[in-house]
Structure formats: C-alpha cells, structure tokens
C-alpha cells in the first residue's frame, strides 16, 4: 500500500525559506520510472505542478518558479525534500506530495498541507 | 508552459450523461496519449479517474470513460450521480525538458 505524508510549517513569513518534507512508503524511489512531484493548490484555484524528481535524480521544474525551487530525495529514508525561498502571500495554497509514474500519472496522492505566508 | 482549458462549469440531471473538455496543442493533448483526469470533492486530494487518456484504475466506476481527438481529450460520466457533484482536472504529458506534466484549468461540475 502506498501512502504519502507532508510536513512542515503552517505559516511562513514572506520572504521566509519554506520546506516541506514528504515521507512516503509503500514504494522506493531507485525503481526505474517512479518520481515524486510536488503539486499545489492555491485556495479556490488550479492545480499546478512544482517540481519532480526522478529515481535517477533526475530533476524538474515550473519554469516560472525555477529559481526559488530545489527538490531532494533520501532514498533512505524514503523522504523528498521541497525548499521554496522567498516565500510571498501569492505563495498561499494547499500543497501536495504525490507519486508519479510514467505519462505523468497520480495514482497516490498525501492529504495535502495548507502553507499560509502572512506576517 | 499554459494550462490545458477546461470548461469552467457543467451541468446535468441525475441519469444523463456530461462531457468535460480538455483542449491543449500539439506538445502536449496533441502529441502524446498520456492524458489523465482527476475528481476532487471539497477539502479533499485529487483522485485518479482515468489515464493513458481511456483507461480506469481498479476500483473507479465504468461510467467514467476518456477519450481524445487531435488536440482535445474528453471525459464523460455517463448515469450522473450526486456524489458525482466535483472539481475534475486533466492532466497531460509535455515531453517538456522542464516540467514534463500540465493541469487544466479545471471544471465544477454540478448535478441539478
């Protein structure tokens, strides 16, 4: 059974550095074809892709975010790692961790983490 | 990188049948037949109704069915059922070097 957890602050600060772990089990990510995105939610918006990565470390991400993004794994704790600097009110959403397989296919979702940016 | 357009909103009676639009280009609906849809009820996580643009995961109902058209890929849901009453996005493959996936703009869909 594969699930996936995040955590991490609730509120951040703008201009604050925000990272958000998921731990995830069920599945490792060393099997050829499987990554881990990050996805978030604006509050009564779209769902947008953030950033993937590869079992091969191979990474993703949104164009427009590219500079304030990294992404990371801990194969050995079964951990992806997602660091958004300069946090902004804008930044406000509900942001979920998910698996991804190939075609861009997510199967399995985390519950998803309310992320607010206000001072 | 643009989102995918969705029809905002769509309507229909308990037992008719509704179709959700899915419009991209070439580089992404267009080019390649990974599309996925996903059904998000209110303060939940997506859930996965159909990918590889035809194809249910076990456990989603028949009624729900995925198809495509050059640019355009398409969701029905056929017997329409109050719990069917949620937001539904498309996702579609891009081959991008960047981010390789984009969402549409979504759809409310109501059951009148």
């Known amino acids: 059974q594969i699930t996936l957890k995040e955590s991490g602050p609730t509120l951040v600060k703008p201009t604050q550095t925000l990272t958000l772990t998921c731990t995830f089990s069920?599945?490792?990510?060393?099997?050829?074809?499987?990554?881990v995105a990050w996805i978030r939610q604006p509050p009564g918006k779209a769902l947008e892709w953030l950033a993937l990565?590869?079992?091969?470390?191979?990474?993703r991400y949104r164009p427009s975010l590219r500079s304030r993004l990294t992404i990371t794994k801990d194969t050995s704790k079964n951990q992806v790692v997602l660091t958004m600097t300069n946090m902004d009110p804008v930044d406000t959403a509900t942001y979920y961790c998910?698996?991804?397989?190939?075609?861009?296919?997510?199967?399995?979702w985390g519950q998803g983490t309310l992320v607010t940016v206000s001072s | 990188q643009s989102a995918l357009t969705q029809p905002a909103s769509v309507s229909g009676s308990p037992g008719q049948s509704i179709t959700i639009s899915c419009t991209g280009t070439?580089?992404?609906?267009?080019?390649?037949?990974?599309v996925s849809w996903y059904q998000q009820h209110p303060g939940k996580a997506p859930k996965l109704m159909i990918y590889?643009?035809?194809n249910r995961p076990s456990g989603v109902s028949n009624r729900f069915s995925g198809s495509k058209s050059a640019n355009t890929a398409s969701l029905t849901i056929s017997g329409l059922q109050a719990e069917d009453e949620a937001d539904y996005y498309c996702?579609?493959?891009?081959?991008?070097?960047?981010?390789?996936?984009?969402f549409g703009t979504g759809t409310k869909v109501t059951v009148l």
């Open positions: 996702s579609s493959y891009t081959g991008s070097s960047t981010l390789p996936d984009v």
């Open positions: 590889d643009v035809s």
């Open positions: 069920g599945f490792s990510l060393t099997t050829s074809g499987v990554g």
């Open positions: 998910v698996h991804r397989l190939g075609g861009g296919r997510v199967g399995f």
């Open positions: 990565i590869y079992w091969d470390d191979d990474k």
């Open positions: 070439s580089s992404d609906v267009g080019g390649y037949d990974y």
